[in-house]
C-alpha cells in the first residue's frame, strides 16, 4: 500500500478478521518502545490503533473477508504517526460524542466509542479519502504528552 | 475465530462478585449478560465486576459493560468494578463509565466499601 518505506517506517497489513486487531496493537506498542514512548502514551497507542483498525474492520471493508487493513507506522520529531488504511469509503456521518446518560437510559445506542476513544487520545488525527482508492485514518501521539 | 469468557460466581455477604476471565469485547456480550442474569436471578444487589489486570477492552466491551450498568440502574442494584488497570481506569473516566460505578484498586477494598 504504502511505495516507500524507509526507515524507522513499519507497516503490518492484516485480513479482514475481528480480532486482528491485537497483532496491530502489539506491533505499534514495539514499534513505540523502540523510541523510549512511556507506558501510558503505549497504552494510548494500544488503544487507539485497535479502535481505528476494528473501524477499518468492521465499518471501512463491511466485514468482507477478502478486504485488507494495512496499518502504517512512522516516528518523527517526537511523535509517533500511525495511518490505518481500509478500503472503503470513509465515514458519511460522525457519530455525536457517546452520552452515557442517554445511553444507560436507553434514548442512545451504545455506539461511537472507537472515533470518541481516537479523538480523545491522539494529539493529531485526520480522516481522509485516498486518491488511489480506499480511506485512511491518520493519527499523531506525541511520546512526551504527559495529560 | 472464537473468543470466550469465563466468568465465576461468588458471593461475599451481600455482594455478589462476577469474576471475569478474558478480554472484554463485543464478544463478550452474552458471557456478560448470561452472568449478570444469573447474579439478578439470585437476588444479587450489590454486584462486583473483577477483572484480570492486563486484558484487552475495546470499544465494543465498553458498550457490553455499559448496557450491564444499564440493567443495574433499572433495578436498582449498586456497582463496583475492580481489576482493571490505569490505562482502563482513564478511559472508563472518559466515556463516563465511572458515573455509574464505582473502580476500586482491590477485591478487599471493593467488599469492604459495598458492604
Aim: proline letters at 4%; hydrophobic letters at 40%; charged letters at 25%.
Amino acid at each position: 500500500m504504502i511505495t516507500n518505506l524507509n526507515p524507522p517506517a513499519v507497516e503490518v497489513t492484516l485480513c479482514n478478521q475481528l480480532g486482528y486487531e491485537r497483532i496491530a496493537m502489539e506491533c505499534s506498542a514495539s514499534f513505540a518502545k523502540i523510541f523510549g514512548c512511556p507506558a501510558d502514551r503505549i497504552e494510548d497507542l494500544k488503544t487507539v490503533v485497535a479502535e481505528a483498525a476494528l473501524n477499518a474492520m468492521e465499518h471501512g471493508n463491511q466485514g468482507r473477508a477478502n478486504a485488507k487493513v494495512t496499518i502504517f507506522m512512522d516516528f518523527k520529531d517526537d511523535i509517533i504517526n500511525v495511518a490505518v488504511i481500509d478500503e472503503g469509503n470513509g465515514i458519511r456521518e460522525f457519530p455525536p460524542k457517546p452520552d452515557i446518560t442517554r445511553i444507560i437510559d436507553n434514548i442512545d445506542p451504545p455506539n461511537g466509542f472507537g472515533l470518541f476513544l481516537i479523538k480523545q487520545l491522539t494529539d493529531q488525527v485526520e480522516f481522509a479519502r485516498r486518491t488511489d482508492g480506499g480511506h485512511v485514518v491518520k493519527m499523531g501521539i506525541k511520546i512526551s504528552r504527559t495529560d | 475465530m472464537q473468543y470466550t469468557n469465563e466468568i465465576k460466581l461468588e458471593q461475599h455477604g451481600p455482594v455478589t462478585l462476577l469474576d471475569i476471565q478474558g478480554d472484554i469485547t463485543g464478544f463478550s456480550e452474552p458471557f456478560l449478560n448470561e452472568a449478570y442474569k444469573n447474579a439478578d436471578n439470585q437476588g444479587a444487589s450489590n454486584i462486583l465486576l473483577k477483572t484480570e489486570r492486563d486484558i484487552y477492552i475495546n470499544s465494543g466491551g465498553i458498550a457490553v459493560l455499559i448496557q450491564i450498568l444499564a440493567q443495574t440502574k433499572q433495578n436498582n442494584q449498586l456497582i463496583g468494578i475492580t481489576g482493571i488497570s490505569d490505562h482502563f481506569k482513564k478511559i472508563f473516566s472518559m466515556v463516563g463509565i465511572t458515573r455509574f460505578a464505582k473502580i476500586y484498586d482491590t477485591v478487599d477494598e471493593a467488599l469492604e466499601k459495598m458492604t
